[in-house]
């Protein structure tokens, strides 16, 4: 979706770079790369998705899925956040994190970003089987709350399966990590023969993978299968961006 006119006018005020994100989202964690990658300065705005504090009509005017994370720059409000990277490579090329459009590995970095964006719900539903289900399942109020604020039928649905007494069903966990898998044997097959996703230069594909590793790692995923993504992964773990960007805000927990 990219730029967004939101109901919630405070934000219109910011001059900067503001982000609403979470420490563990692994969407956040894109974002803060970039930014850390970038060198920019940039001002906080934490929302405790654990505490439901996503789930507030103040929030939902900022973003309207209620979702993380949200850059506003300059009083711009920007959602989903591989239109966030992308916006901040554009406007602080230097150093740039995309090769010029001309080129065809400018076409592959996007190729895997839309991957990612598109394969988000699978990412989802297995962390929630895995880890986050009991932790993210919303009582009756909670939910009638949700539902209030919520218009989007596919996280309606989610939320409300993942919350029933049964959870979220087998089908539905079964085709997440068939998907899940089938990436990254691609991933791992594209980086047989160079270092980052896409050549030999680290970009914006790489930012927006690695947080989809960790989030992953943590839930079980079995990486064991993918010896070239272990590696890239040992690569990106290594670099400073890493570090500030996800390690610090999780408590070391990447």
């Known amino acids: 979706m990219g730029i967004i006119t939101p109901t919630n006018k405070t934000v219109t005020g910011h001059r900067g770079l503001h982000l609403y994100h979470f420490s563990h989202s ?9 930014l850390e990658e970038k060198g920019l300065e940039w001002i906080s705005h934490h929302v405790n998705l654990h505490k439901g504090e996503n789930v507030t009509p103040e929030y939902f005017g900022i973003h309207p899925k209620g979702l993380v994370p949200v ?5 711009v409000t920007i959602i989903e956040s591989t239109d ?12 740039p994190l995309k ?11 996007s ?19 895995h880890r986050l289900g009991d932790i993210m399942s919303k009582s009756d109020t909670e939910l009638a709350d949700y539902r209030e604020l919520q ?3 596919e996280l309606l649905q989610f939320h409300e399966e993942n919350s029933s007494p049964e959870g979220l069903s087998r089908e539905r966990i079964s085709r997440s990590t068939r998907v899940l898998s089938d990436c990254f044997a691609d991933i791992d097959q594209a980086l047989g023969g160079q270092p980052w996703l896409a050549g030999d230069a680290f970009t914006l594909a790489d930012i927006t993978w690695i947080p989809l590793h960790v989030t992953l790692e943590k839930a079980g995923f079995p990486f064991h299968r993918y010896d070239n993504v272990a590696r890239w992964k040992d690569a ?3 670099r400073a961006s890493f570090e500030r960007a996800v390690r610090d805000w999780t408590g070391g927990d990447g």
């Open 151 to 153: 218009d989007n039928e």
């Open 236 to 238: 990106v773990r290594a």
């Open 99 to 109: 090769p010029p459009d001309d080129s065809g590995r400018a076409d592959a970095v």
């Open 111 to 129: 190729r895997w970003m839309r991957t990612a964006a598109d394969n988000h719900i699978h990412v989802k539903t297995y962390m929630f089987a």
């Open 84 to 95: 966030i990277i992308d916006h901040l490579d554009r406007q602080f090329p230097d150093p």
């Open 71 to 75: 850059l506003v720059h300059d009083g």
């Open 26 to 34: 692994n969407c956040s964690m894109r974002v803060r790369m970039t």
